[in-house]
């Protein structure tokens, strides 16, 4: 086979990732799997998917699902703890939100809404039941994949723990998989007791994420 021959082919197969991409990313925010469920939540919010991926990413961020702050701005982490999860990755918005680099994919696209002490409700299990392994199927040129949350870390790593122990166990995964906690002001004390996350692991991961960004 020629080279003109093979570089077609590549173009082909390309742009046929290009246009699977775009469709599965327009079915993605077209779902409304969740509009009762949402309607039944103290908020009464409709389904709104934060959808940020494109197939060449090379770096995942798996998180949990948007909060209420994401669920109007419509971009993933536009709130404190997107501001702390860029500090421990080590790179600035600019960096953060190029979809070509990096893809945030959480275990669920819309907001759940809150419980009655104002925390958020858990991501519904149905979106990733309907969406994640296609996602997935979509990213494959990604080199590193970070786990943000106790969900993200029992969907990827096929496990249940206690978040502590599978951040803890972290060389296990790297450099490929970083599990992290999730960047919430909720876990600062969290932070505070477990000061090896951000002396021993964080170098690490910051290493990994210009290695692989670069
Ligand atoms: S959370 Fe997922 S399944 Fe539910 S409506 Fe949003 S995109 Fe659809």
Redesign the pocket.
């Known amino acids: 086979m020629s080279n003109c021959e093979t570089n077609t082919n590549r173009n082909r197969g390309e742009g046929g990732a290009l246009r699977e991409g775009a469709e599965l990313i327009d079915a993605?925010r077209g779902?409304?799997?969740?509009?009762a469920r949402f309607a039944a939540t103290e908020t009464r919010h409709a389904?709104r998917?934060v959808v940020w991926f494109r197939p060449g990413a090379r770096m995942l961020i798996a998180g949990q699902?948007p909060g209420a702050r994401v669920h109007e701005s419509g971009r993933p982490f536009t709130d404190p703890s997107g501001d702390r999860l860029r500090d421990w990755l080590g790179i600035d918005a600019a960096t953060f939100y190029d979809r070509d680099r990096v893809a945030v994919v959480p275990m669920?696209?819309?907001f759940?809404g809150y419980d009655a002490r104002k925390a958020d409700l858990p991501?519904?299990p149905?979106?990733a039941d309907?969406?994640h392994a296609r996602v997935m199927e979509m990213l494959r040129d990604v080199r590193l994949t970070v786990l943000v949350g106790g969900h993200a870390h029992r969907w990827h790593l096929g496990r249940r723990a206690p978040v502590t122990e599978t951040v803890r166990a972290w060389r296990d995964h790297a450099p490929r998989v970083f599990p992290l906690p999730h960047p919430s002001w909720r876990n600062t004390a969290w932070l505070k007791r477990n000061p090896w996350f951000q002396s021993n692991l964080l170098p690490v991961l910051r290493q990994r994420v210009q290695e692989v960004l670069r």
């Not at 779902?31 to 509009?35: E, K, L, S, T, Y």
């Open positions: 993605i779902c409304r799997i969740c509009a389904p998917p699902a669920a696209f819309c759940p991501p519904p149905v979106c309907t969406w």
